[in-house]
């Protein structure tokens, strides 16, 4: 069974950092290209950020471009963001979202985590 | 960048009511359209990519069709469980992904 779980989200200050995981079981993780959506309280879903299997081709939405940054740890089955300069527009739900297709990025998501909160506020 | 825009914004149906929804993509993009259901409180779920072809385990009332510019998402007998809002999502430029504003679905 695919599993995916958030974790690290929480309150945080105006211009500050956070990093946000996804630990991932249940497929062959480093066959796969891996993202982050994210759904502001009450809004639609917005598309963050995106990497391949080899973190080769990395993608961001122009929202967030510059001030934040996705890894992955394939040893361990993690995928990261690390966000930084945090804005109160980037309060959200963070999900981890897996791509349908192996080894490149289709951009199609077939499993979703829970999600992860973030709020940023002062 | 292309823009998607879905209509309408929400729409109330009786149950087993033909219900269709419309895509526009701002540009064309080919038929790399896909459609997830987000009920209430709930995880989006993949229903239709490719901008047909139905995702394993999806019941057969779902169907999407289009290509180029213009998509949509049929449920062909609504159901109580079909309670959701319903996106779109283009990913002809993966791994730059656009998903459309979405659209309410209840039951009247």
């Known amino acids: 069974e695919v599993q995916l779980v958030e974790s690290g989200g929480g309150l945080v200050q105006p211009g500050r950092s956070l990093r946000l995981s996804c630990a991932a079981s249940?497929?062959?993780?480093?066959?796969?290209?891996m993202h982050w959506v994210r759904q502001a309280p009450g809004k639609g879903l917005e598309w963050v950020s995106g990497i391949s299997w080899n973190s080769g081709s990395i993608g961001y939405a122009d929202s967030v471009k510059g001030r934040f940054t996705i890894s992955r740890d394939n040893a361990k089955n993690s995928l990261y963001l690390q966000m930084n300069s945090l804005r109160a527009e980037d309060t959200a739900l963070y999900y981890c979202?897996?791509?349908?297709?192996?080894?490149?990025?289709?951009?199609?998501?077939?499993?979703w985590g829970q999600g992860t909160l973030v709020t940023v506020s002062s | 960048d292309i823009q998607m825009t879905q209509s309408p914004s929400s729409l109330s149906a009786s149950v087993g009511d033909r219900v269709t929804i419309t895509c526009r993509a701002s540009?064309?993009?080919?038929?790399?359209l896909a459609w997830y259901q987000q009920k209430p409180g709930k995880v989006p779920k993949l229903l239709i990519y490719?901008?047909?072809t139905l995702q394993s385990g999806v019941p057969s009332r779902f169907s999407g069709s289009g290509s180029g510019t213009d998509f949509t998402l049929t449920i062909s007998s609504l159901q109580p469980e079909d309670v959701a809002t319903y996106y779109c999502q283009k990913y002809n430029s993966a791994p730059r992904i656009t998903f459309g504003p979405g659209t309410k679905v209840d039951i009247k």
């Open positions: 979202a897996k791509d349908m297709e192996s080894v490149v990025i289709s951009g199609v998501f077939d499993y």
């Open positions: 540009q064309g993009i080919s038929n790399y």
């Open positions: 490719a901008a047909s």
């Open positions: 249940g497929f062959t993780f480093d066959d796969y290209a």
